[in-house]
C-alpha cells in the first residue's frame, strides 16, 4: 500500500502542467533524433543529455524518461522504411518490418510497432513498480562485500555478453576501468594517472566519457560508411485509423504478450540486453506460428515485428529495475542514464528509495505517462517522422558533432574538456571500425571508482583478509548467480547469432506468392 501511495504521489507530480510539458518535449525530442538513421537510443540520449542542464533536477529526470522512451521506439520507423537499425536490438524489425513496408504494407508495420511498445511499456512499467521496491529494501541489507559482487557481475557479464567477441569485450572493460581511476585518489591524496596535467586532478567526466563514445565516435563511425547515395525511403500512405486491418489485430495481440515476458526478465538481469529480447521474442513466434503464417517469416511477417517490439520496450524498462535499485547499468542506454543521475548528483541504488522518494516515484510516473503521450504522439505523426528521415547526411552529423561539442564544454565549462571530448571520439570511433563494444568501456568508469570503495570498505572491515569477500550467503549466492548468468548468456548470444545468420535474402516472388495466400487465408 506504501508503493501505490507513493506511486500516487508520483502521479500528483508528474501531472504537473510544467512537467507534462517537459515530457512532452523529451517525447519529441527523443523520438525525433532517434528516427535518424544510424542513431541508436544510447546515442540519442547521449546527445539529448545537455538539454537538461537547465533545468531543475525533477524536470530534468522527467524530461529525460520521455527522451529515453522516445529514443527507444524512433529506432523502428529506421528499421522498417529505411532497413537501417540503429542498434542491434532492432534487426529484427529490420528484417520483417522492411520486407512488410516493400511490400506496401509499412503502416501496418509501423502500428503493430507503437502499440507493442505502448502496450509492453506499460506492462513493464507496472512490474517495475510492483518489485523494484522490494529490490531496494533486500538491497539495503548488503555490505560492502555484497555490494563488490553485484559490482563484479555487473562488469563480467557486461564485458563479456556485449559485441561479438568476449574477449573485446573485456578488452573495452579494462580501458574503462582504468579511465575510472584517473584523478585523485580519495583516501590517500594522490593523482593517478593524470600525467602531471592539472585538468585530469579530478578525473575525467562520465558525461564526456559517454558523449565521446556514444555521440562523437558512433557519429564518426556511421558518417564514414554512409557516404554516398540518397535514403531510399519506402513512403507512408493513408490515415493512421485503417492501418491495422483485423486480421493484423489477431496476428499481434498475443506477439505483445509474450513479447512483453519475454523482455522484462531479461532486461531486468545482465544477460545480453534488448537484443537478446529481441531475437527470442523472434524465435518464439516462428516457433509458435501456424500455417500459412509460418512461412511469411523471412517475408514480412507481422508477427516478427510486434513481439520483438514489444521484448524491445518491455527490455528497457526491465534495465531500470537493476539501474534504480542497484544502481548497475546493464546496456548502453543504461549507461547513459545513470550519467545523467551523477550530473545531478544522485546515486542509483537502494538508498535511492528511502532518501528520494519523492524523485523516484515522480520518474516511474512520468514513464506511464511518457509511454501515453508515445503512442498518441506517433501514430498520427509517422508521416512528419518520415520526412525528418531526408535530412541531408551532412547537416545531421555536423549537428551531432555540435551537440556532442556542447555537451562535453556544458560538464565543466572549459576548452580542455573538448580536446579530452574528441581523443575519446577517435578512440570510441577506431573501437568500432574494429569490433569492440563501446558499453563496457562507459559501464567501466562508471562503475570503477564504486567498485573500488566498495573492495577497500570490504578490506579494512576484514583488516585484509580476502576470504571475506565471500564470507557471506548473499555474495556467495551472487557469485553463484554470475555463473549461471554467463552460462545463460552465451547460450542466448548463440542463439541470436544463428538466427542473425539465417536471415534470409529477399525474394519479392516468394513474399508476393505467400502473402496472398495469407490475405486469402484470412478472408
Same mark, same amino acid.
Given at each position: 500500500?506504501?508503493?501505490?501511495?507513493?506511486?500516487?504521489?508520483?502521479?500528483?507530480?508528474?501531472?504537473?502542467?510544467?512537467?507534462?510539458?517537459?515530457?512532452?518535449?523529451?517525447?519529441?525530442?527523443?523520438?525525433?533524433?532517434?528516427?535518424?538513421?544510424?542513431?541508436?537510443?544510447?546515442?540519442?540520449?547521449?546527445?539529448?543529455?545537455?538539454?537538461?542542464?537547465?533545468?531543475?533536477?525533477?524536470?530534468?529526470?522527467?524530461?529525460?524518461?520521455?527522451?529515453?522512451?522516445?529514443?527507444?521506439?524512433?529506432?523502428?520507423?529506421?528499421?522498417?522504411?529505411? @532497413?537501417?537499425?540503429?542498434?542491434?536490438?532492432?534487426?529484427?524489425?529490420?528484417?520483417?518490418?522492411?520486407?512488410?513496408?516493400?511490400?506496401?504494407? %509499412?503502416?501496418?508495420?509501423?502500428?503493430?510497432?507503437?502499440?507493442?511498445?505502448?502496450?509492453?511499456?506499460?506492462?513493464?512499467?507496472?512490474?517495475?513498480?510492483?518489485?523494484?521496491?522490494?529490490?531496494?529494501?533486500?538491497?539495503?541489507?548488503?555490505?560492502?562485500?555484497?555490494?563488490? %559482487?553485484?559490482?563484479?557481475?555487473?562488469?563480467?557479464?557486461?564485458?563479456?555478453?556485449?559485441?561479438?567477441?568476449?574477449?573485446?569485450?573485456?578488452?573495452?572493460?579494462?580501458?574503462?576501468?582504468?579511465?575510472?581511476?584517473?584523478?585523485?585518489?580519495?583516501?590517500?591524496?594522490?593523482?593517478?594517472?593524470?600525467? @602531471?596535467?592539472?585538468?585530469?586532478?579530478?578525473?575525467?567526466?562520465?558525461?564526456?566519457?559517454?558523449?565521446?563514445?556514444?555521440?562523437?565516435?558512433?557519429?564518426?563511425?556511421?558518417?564514414?560508411?554512409?557516404?554516398?547515395?540518397?535514403?531510399?525511403?519506402?513512403?507512408?500512405?493513408?490515415?493512421?485509423?485503417?492501418?491495422?486491418?483485423?486480421?493484423?489485430?489477431?496476428?499481434?495481440?498475443?506477439?505483445?504478450?509474450?513479447?512483453t515476458f519475454i523482455g522484462f526478465p531479461i532486461g531486468s538481469i545482465p544477460a545480453g540486453g534488448a537484443d537478446v529480447a529481441t531475437f527470442l521474442s523472434y524465435a518464439t513466434e516462428k516457433k509458435l506460428a501456424k500455417e500459412p503464417y509460418r512461412r511469411q517469416f523471412g517475408k514480412g511477417a507481422i508477427e516478427g515485428v510486434a513481439g520483438p517490439e514489444a521484448a524491445n520496450n518491455a527490455a528497457a524498462a526491465g534495465v531500470l529495475v537493476p539501474l534504480l535499485t542497484l544502481g548497475l547499468p546493464t546496456t548502453a542506454t543504461a549507461a547513459m542514464i545513470i550519467t545523467a543521475f551523477t550530473t545531478y548528483g544522485i546515486q542509483p541504488g537502494p538508498l535511492l528509495f528511502q532518501n528520494q522518494p519523492a524523485l523516484v516515484w515522480?520518474?516511474?510516473?512520468?514513464?506511464?505517462?511518457?509511454?501515453?503521450?508515445?503512442?498518441?504522439?506517433?501514430?498520427?505523426?509517422?508521416?512528419?517522422?518520415?520526412?525528418?528521415?531526408?535530412?541531408?547526411?551532412?547537416?545531421?552529423?555536423?549537428?551531432?558533432?555540435?551537440?556532442?561539442?556542447?555537451?562535453?564544454?556544458?560538464?565543466?565549462?572549459?576548452?580542455?574538456?573538448?580536446?579530452?571530448?574528441?581523443?575519446?571520439?577517435?578512440?570510441?570511433?577506431?573501437?568500432?571500425?574494429?569490433?569492440?563494444?563501446?558499453?563496457?568501456?562507459?559501464?567501466?568508469?562508471?562503475?570503477?571508482?564504486?567498485?573500488?570503495?566498495?573492495?577497500?570498505?570490504?578490506?579494512?572491515?576484514?583488516?585484509?583478509?580476502?576470504?571475506?569477500?565471500?564470507?557471506?550467503?548473499?555474495?556467495?549466492?551472487?557469485?553463484?548467480?554470475?555463473?549461471?548468468?554467463?552460462?545463460?548468456?552465451?547460450?542466448?548470444?548463440?542463439?541470436?547469432?544463428?538466427?542473425?545468420?539465417?536471415?534470409?535474402?529477399?525474394?519479392?516472388?516468394?513474399?508476393?506468392?505467400?502473402?496472398?495466400?495469407? @490475405?486469402?487465408?484470412?478472408?
Amino acid at each position: 500500500m506504501d508503493s501505490l501511495q507513493l506511486l500516487m504521489d508520483g502521479f500528483a507530480t508528474a501531472l504537473q502542467p510544467q512537467y507534462l510539458l517537459y515530457a512532452f518535449i523529451g517525447v519529441l525530442l527523443g523520438t525525433a533524433v532517434g528516427v535518424l538513421p544510424g542513431i541508436g537510443p544510447a546515442m540519442t540520449v547521449a546527445l539529448l543529455l545537455p538539454l537538461t542542464y537547465t533545468l531543475d533536477v525533477t524536470s530534468a529526470i522527467i524530461m529525460f524518461a520521455g527522451i529515453y522512451y522516445g529514443g527507444m521506439y524512433g529506432g523502428s520507423t529506421t528499421s522498417i522504411l529505411l @532497413n537501417t537499425p540503429g542498434e542491434s536490438a532492432s534487426i529484427v524489425t529490420a528484417l520483417e518490418g522492411n520486407r512488410m513496408a516493400r511490400m506496401g504494407r %509499412a503502416t501496418a508495420a509501423l502500428a503493430t510497432a507503437a502499440i507493442g511498445s505502448f502496450i509492453a511499456g506499460t506492462i513493464a512499467t507496472a512490474l517495475l513498480t510492483l518489485f523494484a521496491p522490494f529490490i531496494a529494501d533486500f538491497a539495503i541489507t548488503l555490505g560492502p562485500a555484497d555490494y563488490f %559482487a553485484l559490482m563484479v557481475v555487473a562488469f563480467l557479464t557486461v564485458g563479456a555478453l556485449m559485441g561479438g567477441s568476449p574477449l573485446r569485450g573485456l578488452v573495452s572493460l579494462s580501458v574503462g576501468l582504468f579511465l575510472g581511476l584517473v584523478g585523485t585518489d580519495t583516501l590517500t591524496g594522490q593523482a593517478r594517472f593524470t600525467f @602531471n596535467i592539472p585538468n585530469l586532478g579530478d578525473g575525467i567526466d562520465v558525461v564526456i566519457i559517454a558523449v565521446g563514445l556514444f555521440a562523437l565516435g558512433e557519429a564518426l563511425y556511421v558518417g564514414s560508411r554512409m557516404r554516398h547515395g540518397e535514403l531510399p525511403i519506402i513512403p507512408v500512405s493513408g490515415s493512421w485509423r485503417s492501418w491495422m486491418k483485423k486480421s493484423d489485430w489477431k496476428r499481434s495481440w498475443k506477439p505483445w504478450l509474450r513479447g512483453t515476458f519475454i523482455g522484462f526478465p531479461i532486461g531486468s538481469i545482465p544477460a545480453g540486453g534488448a537484443d537478446v529480447a529481441t531475437f527470442l521474442s523472434y524465435a518464439t513466434e516462428k516457433k509458435l506460428a501456424k500455417e500459412p503464417y509460418r512461412r511469411q517469416f523471412g517475408k514480412g511477417a507481422i508477427e516478427g515485428v510486434a513481439g520483438p517490439e514489444a521484448a524491445n520496450n518491455a527490455a528497457a524498462a526491465g534495465v531500470l529495475v537493476p539501474l534504480l535499485t542497484l544502481g548497475l547499468p546493464t546496456t548502453a542506454t543504461a549507461a547513459m542514464i545513470i550519467t545523467a543521475f551523477t550530473t545531478y548528483g544522485i546515486q542509483p541504488g537502494p538508498l535511492l528509495f528511502q532518501n528520494q522518494p519523492a524523485l523516484v516515484w515522480a520518474l516511474i510516473a512520468s514513464l506511464y505517462i511518457g509511454n501515453i503521450v508515445l503512442v498518441v504522439l506517433n501514430l498520427p505523426l509517422v508521416g512528419m517522422w518520415a520526412k525528418v528521415l531526408r535530412i541531408p547526411r551532412p547537416y545531421l552529423y555536423a549537428g551531432i558533432l555540435v551537440f556532442a561539442g556542447l555537451g562535453a564544454y556544458a560538464a565543466n565549462f572549459t576548452v580542455f574538456d573538448i580536446g579530452v571530448l574528441l581523443v575519446l571520439g577517435l578512440v570510441g570511433f577506431f573501437m568500432r571500425r574494429h569490433g569492440f563494444p563501446v558499453a563496457p568501456m562507459v559501464v567501466g568508469s562508471i562503475l570503477g571508482p564504486m567498485a573500488e570503495e566498495q573492495l577497500r570498505k570490504a578490506m579494512a572491515i576484514s583488516q585484509g583478509d580476502p576470504s571475506y569477500l565471500v564470507h557471506s550467503p548473499a555474495s556467495i549466492v551472487i557469485y553463484a548467480s554470475l555463473a549461471a548468468l554467463l552460462v545463460g548468456g552465451f547460450w542466448l548470444k548463440r542463439r541470436q547469432a544463428r538466427y542473425e545468420a539465417s536471415i534470409p535474402t529477399v525474394d519479392t516472388t516468394a513474399i508476393r506468392t505467400v502473402d496472398a495466400e495469407v @490475405n486469402s487465408y484470412d478472408r
